[in-house]
């Protein structure tokens, strides 16, 4: 309950339900026990752990109360493999996001691309993930920028180039209300842009923050397409709450898309992996990418093989479901995103024919038909 004061009058106004998941955050040990019994390792790591860590109820409520190796808590719950950190990059999002570039950009604005970049607008979470790329921002509080949206506005209004903005964070749409339409409304008015995305794990940990509000707010100028892409790691965090979410959304104009992370011990088996992918598709979220986890330092443990997102395309997914189902496994880099696709399909090759295989191992011949 928020009390204000009007005149001669304090008038109570009651939370939304999402303002009520934010102020009930569950970050620490005594909240945590209200959903989970936590091992005594659990308890040992959370009493030494120094970094940002936690969760909105709503999530909590889905993490197994005994298992810990819980596909939900493994993403909450700090482990103390994070203190070991061999293969992790130092300064890592500097690199990632091309931040010591000679381009003079303030510090919101993220470019790997001529026509497109990233606009940082906070580093608030609904969800602090162990395995985040940009946990230096985030989780570990290494790293500080100066999130002045005004700057990366006016860098915006500058850079005529820029056709596609991507609102990022932390969590962009942890913002009020009021700022997430400030922020479209500007965007909207710059003639280059033709489209604004916004990455969000909200729809996931939190989608009571889909309010009729916020629907008029994104759906409002649907000129400008907004996609959100949310991360969904597992067919767990799925729910009936999420699939209401993802269709008030769609229903005002919102494209869905899903970013999941291959992490290794949670998603990185055929049947975890063919499972999520069919159940985005039940909630009509479009699976868009699955991220090798990248090399951020301290989550080495997450880190499967670079091949691992192909092959699991292609042992659990093509030819094994619909083509909706399809997402493209990419590795992020500093100069962008590098494709990994499954590399069996041409066989062979010649002046005449191709032979073609497909997920069975069967083989099949196309004309070779000249340029
Ligand atoms: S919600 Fe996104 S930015 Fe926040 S910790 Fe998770 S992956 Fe990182």
């Known amino acids: ?5 009007s005149g001669q009058q304090s008038i109570a106004v009651p939370k939304e339900e999402w303002q009520n998941q ?3 955050f569950v970050n620490s040990i005594e909240k945590l026990e209200e959903y989970i019994n936590i091992t005594d390792e659990e308890r040992s790591v959370l009493k030494a752990n120094k970094t940002i860590w936690g969760t909105t109820p709503y999530f909590a ?23 070991v950190n061999v293969h992790g990059m130092d300064n890592y999002l500097v690199w990632k996001e091309n931040r010591d570039n000679e381009e003079n950009r303030p510090d919101t604005i993220a470019r790997q691309y001529k026509d497109r970049v990233a606009f940082t607008v906070t580093q608030n979470c609904g969800i602090y993930c162990r395995h985040c790329f940009r946990k230096e921002l985030v989780v570990d509080g290494n790293l500080e920028l100066d999130f002045n949206v005004e700057d990366g506005l006016d860098w915006i209004a500058m850079h005529p180039e820029v056709r596609d903005v ?20 500007r965007l909207r008015g710059f003639s280059h842009i033709e489209m ?10 939190m989608p009571q923050r889909i309010t009729e509000n916020l629907k008029s ?54 049947e975890t992996f063919k499972e999520l992918h069919q159940k985005l598709l039940k909630v009509r979220i479009k699976p868009y ?3 090798y986890c990248e090399a951020a330092p301290g989550i080495d443990h997450f880190r499967t093989p670079v091949e691992k997102g192909a092959e699991l395309i292609r042992d659990a997914l093509r030819g094994h479901t619909t083509g909706l189902a399809q997402p493209m496994a990419v590795v992020a880099t500093n100069i962008g995103k590098i494709p990994l696709m499954p590399d069996y399909y041409i066989k062979d090759k010649d002046v005449r024919e191709y032979t073609l295989c497909n997920h069975k191992g069967q083989v099949t011949k196309i004309p070779n038909i000249s340029d």
């Open 217 to 270: 707010i994104l759906g409002e100028y649907h000129r400008v397409p907004i996609w959100i892409n949310t991360q969904c790691n597992h067919p767990k965090e799925l729910t009936e709450e999420v699939a209401w979410a993802v269709y008030d959304l769609m229903s005002c104009g919102i494209n869905v898309g899903n970013q999941a992370v291959l992490l290794k011990g949670i998603n990185d088996d055929v």
């Open 196 to 205: 604004i995305r916004i990455g969000s794990r909200v729809p996931i940990v």
């Open 166 to 185: 991507l609102i990022t964070g932390g969590d962009p749409l942890l913002l009020p209300d009021e700022k997430i339409a400030y922020l479209i409304e």
């Open 289 to 291: 990418y699955v991220f």
């Open 22 to 24: 934010l102020v009930n």
């Open 1 to 5: 309950m928020t009390i204000y004061s």
């Open 61 to 83: 409520s889905l993490m197994d109360p005994d298992d810990p190796s819980c596909p939900i808590r493994k993403q909450v719950i700090p482990s103390r493999e994070e203190q």
